[in-house]
């Protein structure tokens, strides 16, 4: 075995793990340094009988008035003072000195923690930015329907009995991406007549618009509810929804952009398609800590309970 690869291998476990290195073996001497403090407890309390004997001869000196002088007194106090100070030191000193190595630790332990945390953070933060660019770029280029197949895959074409086609994205169900529904065969509301499926996200839409204006908020599985569409396990984990205002009291709307100005959209208008990828707008994650901004700019709403 190559004996530098080893080592280097080691090496490299050990600095990827560093943090939680330092926190166990700072728990570890912290427990070992707390130990050793309540080992001493014998001696502790022989100290403590040396100083009150000390006291005591200082007590019974002060009632027979047997000192020579005043300097002779302070001095006998500060020799007891010295001799308790140095008993307990020798006692505790080193219990102390290890549970206080072993707390530093676990404070370099979290440093090296929040310093990891900001560094990946400042990378992530660089990727979304450049990834956001790139998207950007795309879309300006070739448009966003040629974004969207890149993202989530290239559509799949059905040519149905009647010849009229269902697109259908790649795997986009399996991707839980808790602002997009699909709208297919598998929905009770669907229907063989593809205006009906029109008409039906269209009286969908309108309905939840309407009852995010009343109800002033809405988590994604309460719209998916609302159109017999399957719950989102990420949507319910991260407790995605939108708001009828956002932080400046811009009121905000539920949109399934069937209506848009695109091939996609006018196709399925048109009756060509049958199923739709249904995009929500302004969806966030933790929907309940956004409530403030229904007290501030939306005082009118009822909030269900």
Same mark, same amino acid.
């Given at each position: ?25 700072? /728990? ?7 130990? +050793?403090? !309540? *080992?001493? &407890?014998?001696?502790?309390? %022989? $100290? ?48 102390? /000195? ?7 630790? +676990?404070? !370099? *332990?979290? &440093?090296?923690?929040?310093? %990891? $945390? ?188």
């Amino acid at each position: 075995m190559n004996v530098k690869w080893l080592l280097k291998k080691i090496g490299t476990t050990i600095y990827n793990n560093r943090s939680n290195i330092e926190f166990v073996a700072g /728990a570890a001497l912290t427990v070992v340094g707390t130990g +050793m403090i !309540i *080992s001493k &407890a014998e001696e502790a309390v %022989e $100290v403590k009988g040396e100083m009150e004997n000390a006291i005591k001869v200082i007590e019974l000196t002060d009632e027979a008035d047997g000192w020579d002088s005043e300097s002779q007194r302070t001095k006998a106090c500060l020799d007891m003072a010295r001799r308790t100070v140095c008993g307990y030191g020798k006692v505790y000193g080193p219990g102390i /000195a290890v549970e206080v190595t072993g707390l530093v630790l +676990m404070g !370099i *332990s979290h &440093a090296t923690d929040r310093a %990891e $945390v900001v560094s990946k953070t400042a990378a992530l933060s660089s990727l979304a930015l450049e990834y956001a660019n790139y998207r950007k770029r795309v879309i300006e280029d070739q448009g966003e329907a040629k974004d969207e197949e890149y993202r989530f895959g290239k559509p799949e074409v059905i040519v149905n009995e009647d010849g009229t086609t269902t697109t259908k994205p790649v795997n986009i169900e399996d991707k839980d991406i808790v602002d997009r529904i699909l709208f297919d065969e598998v929905n009770p509301n669907f229907s063989k007549e593809p205006r009906a499926n029109y008409d039906t996200l269209f009286d969908n839409q309108r309905w939840l618009d309407e009852k995010l204006w009343v109800e002033g908020s809405l988590t994604v599985n309460e719209i998916r509810k609302y159109i017999k569409s399957p719950a989102s396990k990420k949507a319910a984990e991260g407790d995605w929804g939108i708001t009828a205002v956002d932080d400046e009291g811009n009121r905000q709307h539920i949109n399934f952009h069937i209506d848009d100005d695109t091939d996609y959209a006018r196709a399925f208008r048109n009756g060509e398609e049958c199923s739709f990828m249904i995009k929500l707008d302004h969806i966030e994650p933790n929907i309940t800590t956004k409530l403030y901004r229904l007290n501030k700019y939306h005082s009118d709403v009822i909030i269900a309970q």
